[in-house]
């Protein structure tokens, strides 16, 4: 049965994949962007199944009024999915105060009120699903892109424990985590100026890899996205999605020594405990 959906970053990357293959699987499509005119040529092709919102989350008082518009507009929106986001690299003390503000506004916060916004109006048509775009980088963490990781990690416990919170009220959530994947994300990548101290050690090596090209991307944009829907039409889709066999290699590896090292710990972890119960 078609479907409405709300998505956030739908101009390019995972977000215009998601919305060019929804609409031409008969869905209709609330496309949030940051300039109206991008999705122009989409529009011609499908119409009012296209409903183009200029969104920056940033600004977080249009945030409300943009999803509240869109539940009045279509009646119910069925799936809401919180992708628009972008890249920061420098190594921590290279970023300006400007630049690790903007981050966490557009990552974290805004991504924290989009979700706030479509949880009443969810809750009261009884049901919905939200797919909150992360990456692996929200399970593992690269050398040079600490602000970017501070946001994704902090967006997933903020859902983790939300989606407790709303279950009872058939309300459910999606993490999904691409490995590096084909899209636009490189180009949109804001680099910090970099520091000659940091030349020779890990941020520096990584930041030669993303400029010359040999940092390895293997996810498919369009493979990607078609997962992430498919995740998303299930009846009972996994809390998390991992994307892409990077994805899945470095979060495995990255799980099994976070439990390798905490069960190293029992006996101390138990010696905390109050000797009086």
Do not use: C
Not at 29 to 34: E, K, N, P, S
Not at 74 to 101: C, K, M, P
Not at 107 to 118: F, K, M, V, Y
Request: charged fraction near 20%.
């Amino acid at each position: 049965m078609p479907k409405t959906w709300f998505i956030t970053g739908a101009s390019s990357g995972l977000g215009l994949e998601m919305t060019q293959q929804l609409l031409a699987q008969g869905h209709t499509v609330v496309a949030t962007v940051r300039q109206p005119g991008s999705l122009t040529r989409v529009r011609q092709t499908y119409g009012e199944r296209l409903d183009i919102v200029a969104l920056d989350l940033v600004q977080p008082k249009s945030i409300r009024s943009a999803v509240e518009g869109a539940f009045k507009r279509h009646g119910r929106i069925d799936v809401v999915v919180s992708n628009a986001g972008y890249g920061l690299f420098g190594a921590a003390e290279e970023l300006t105060d400007e630049e690790i503000d903007r981050q966490i506004a557009t990552n974290l916060t805004g991504s924290i009120h989009l979700i706030r916004a479509a949880l009443p109006l969810l809750r009261k048509q009884g049901e919905g699903r939200i797919v909150q775009v992360s990456s692996e980088g929200g399970q593992i963490a690269y050398p040079g892109f600490s602000l970017y990781h501070a946001t994704k990690w902090g967006i997933e416990g903020f859902v983790e424990s939300v989606a407790h919170e709303v279950a009872p009220f058939g309300v459910d959530f999606i993490i999904a985590e691409p490995g590096p994947t084909g899209t636009s994300f490189g180009a949109n990548l804001v680099r910090a100026e970099p520091m000659g101290a940091y030349e020779d050690t890990p941020a520096g090596a990584v930041r030669r890899a993303i400029g010359d090209g040999s940092f390895e991307i293997k996810g498919d944009a369009a493979r990607t996205a078609a997962a992430i829907l498919s995740a998303a039409e299930s009846a009972t889709p996994p809390l998390r999605l991992a994307l892409g066999s990077t994805a899945y290699s470095s979060i495995s590896q990255a799980l099994s020594a976070r439990l390798s090292a905490i069960e190293a710990q029992r006996e101390v972890a138990n010696s905390a405990d109050r000797q009086d119960l």
